[in-house]
């Protein structure tokens, strides 16, 4: 259930009102936006007698909630989060470029390819320590040492860096990783989205590889009741019957959730097709989609990657991009 308090409402009678609700076992959840404030109630309502709550002298109206997820829908939180990672921001208009190559594979690797893309105006550096493979002879990463890599690019450029969780067991080597990203394959191990939600590190949750917008967003729910709601959104592509690329990039996906939710959403077109040929195309199909980001692969030399090499750019290819992505940005008002 949310409750829209009117424009005279103080702080005083809001703060009386959700302690009321509180007071009779309710979780609370307030969104301050700019015409009005919303009180979120988390719990067995349907015993509220919305009539009684309409006719409180704060209140503009009441509505149910009929989603199950509660904490990530819109209608509890009218405007855009805007997550903000040491300065450098994404969503409300902010729109973040995270790239880097599939896999930490060396400190030259990483030092060059995080130097390149600062240059070319990318906003965060990506790179694989633990990798999950679908094949246990693939390379795998170079684990705790390549967190620490990644950390030696972070000093060199200032980037921002994002990386791959696994297992909750490696959770206190996260410690200096600025975005902690939940891949694919543990959209839906609930037990490890709980404990990142007591986390107070931004989340990158990747969509599952065969899973509904709905389930994706149950997955957030799981974080934000948690306490934490620094969520952002990455549609990577879905299984389907095609088989001309890797996944189907789910364009379609990013209006559908701008309508949902008031996280963050970036897109990911190297997972999504697996064809580096594909992938500055469709980074600009998702800026004008609505995307508030992009997560690209970017390696300096592909034919030669430990990992994905056939999905990733060249740091030239991706400086060229970046010029369009720029363009697109200002068109759709938002800044890179």
């Not at 109630?41 to 909630?65: C, F, H, M, N, Y």
């Not at 191990?189 to 065969?210: H, Q, S, T, V, W």
């Not at 390696?299 to 999905?311: K, R």
């Amino acid at each position: 259930m949310i409750i829209v308090c009117k424009n005279s409402a103080g702080t005083k009678r809001i703060e009386e009102l959700t302690n009321r609700f509180e007071a009779q076992g309710f979780r609370t959840h307030c969104s301050q936006g700019t015409q009005s404030t919303i009180i979120g109630l988390i719990g067995d309502t349907s015993k509220i007698d919305v009539e009684d709550v309409q006719a409180l002298p704060i209140v503009e109206k009441v509505q149910r909630v009929s989603e199950p997820f509660k904490l990530v829908n819109r209608k509890f939180h009218a405007e855009d989060t805007i997550v903000d990672v040491n300065g450098v921001k994404i969503g409300g208009g902010s729109f973040g470029v995270i790239a880097g190559p599939c896999s930490v594979e060396s400190e030259e690797q990483i030092v060059s390819c995080a130097r390149a893309i600062k240059a070319a105006g990318g906003t965060f550096l990506r790179g694989g320590a633990f990798k999950p493979r679908t094949s246990p002879y693939a390379f795998r990463g170079l684990k705790a040492k390549g967190l620490d890599l990644l950390l030696t690019a972070k000093k060199e450029t200032g980037l921002p860096i994002v990386t791959e969780l696994m297992s909750l067991d490696h959770l206190d080597l996260f410690n200096d990783v600025d975005v902690i990203q939940i891949g694919a394959r543990n959209m839906q191990n609930f037990e490890m989205l709980d404990e990142i939600g007591k986390c107070n590190k931004p989340i990158l949750l990747k969509r599952g590889l065969a899973n509904t917008i709905e389930e994706w967003l149950m997955s957030a729910e799981y974080i934000m009741s948690g306490g934490n709601e620094n969520v952002i959104l990455c549609e990577r592509g879905i299984r389907t019957f095609e088989t001309a690329t890797r996944n189907t990039l789910d364009i379609a996906a990013v209006p559908v959730l701008k309508a949902m939710t008031h996280l963050p959403i970036v897109v990911d077109p190297s997972h999504a097709t697996g064809k580096s040929a594909l992938v500055p195309t469709l980074s600009k199909t998702a800026v004008v989609a609505g995307a508030d980001g992009l997560m690209v692969e970017v390696h300096p030399n592909p034919s030669e990657a430990l990992c994905d090499g056939a999905q990733s750019i060249t740091p030239a290819v991706f400086a060229d991009m970046m010029g369009d992505i720029r363009t697109l940005c200002a068109f759709e008002h938002k800044s890179l």
